[in-house]
């Protein structure tokens, strides 16, 4: 069974310029959640893809926008970049919002410094 | 507004000793409270996880103790050895059906001493 993977795994950018961040869910996974990992704080919710449709989203502008594909790998899209989007960016994968289940598995992050 | 607040935000702890970190969470929507393992570098790891229909959930050395009434939960690492040094996560999500997106306390850093 593969787990999650994330590409690339580091990124530099400057600000204003745009990114693109990919995931691939763990095998039999239809639901990816991507998170924003500020340097010393805990994850936070970005948005959520099921089906290909967005499916809940947190606190974050339109700038940041995704896609899921029909094998359930994702992409976040971050535009206009600034300062403050330097974080980890991890994506997670479950069964959850069509599975009935509860339990989210992480990838391990594609780290993004914006200069 | 932080939902869900974890504490302390630093610990150490002895080998052998028992490790112990709280969070209080504020949304009675909450309906699952796991905990997530991060090493540095690395994305988080789930660890242990509890539904509000129990009070307690043990597995091997790792044991959330719940508290519905309280809207606190809290992680013990038994006999707590030098590989657990790593930051530890609280977090909780609703139902399911209304989308499982995570929401994280601060995190508290475990340092276990030889």
């Known amino acids: 069974e593969t787990g999650v993977t994330q590409s690339p795994t580091h990124l530099i950018k400057t600000r204003g310029q745009q990114v693109t961040l990919r995931c691939s869910s763990q095998?039999?996974?239809?639901?990816v959640s991507w998170y924003q990992q500020a340097l010393g704080q805990g994850p936070q919710f970005i948005f959520q893809y099921y089906r290909e449709e967005e499916n809940g989203r947190g606190n974050f502008p339109p700038r940041f926008s995704g896609l899921q594909f029909p094998n359930y790998s994702s992409e976040l899209n971050v535009n206009a970049l600034e300062l403050d989007d330097s974080a980890l960016y991890l994506c997670?994968?479950?069964?959850?919002?069509?599975?009935?289940?509860?339990?989210?598995?992480f990838g391990p992050g594609t780290r993004l410094t914006v200069t | 507004q932080q939902q869900v607040k974890q504490s302390p935000q630093s610990l150490i702890v002895q080998k052998g000793g028992i490790s112990i970190i709280n969070c209080a969470y504020e949304n009675t929507a909450f309906d699952y409270f796991p905990w997530y393992q991060q090493f540095p570098g690395k994305g988080p790891a789930l660890l242990i996880a509890i539904r509000p229909d129990v009070s307690e959930k043990k597995e091997g050395r790792f044991t959330i103790s719940f508290n519905k009434s309280a809207k606190q939960f809290s992680l013990h690492i038994m006999d707590s050895q030098p590989g657990d040094s790593a930051t530890y996560f609280c977090a909780a999500s609703p139902p399911w059906y209304a989308g499982n997106m995570l929401t994280f306390g601060g995190g508290t850093r475990l340092m276990v001493k030889p």
């Open positions: 997670a994968s479950s069964t959850g919002a069509g599975g009935g289940s509860y339990e989210q598995y």
């Open positions: 095998s039999g996974h239809n639901t």
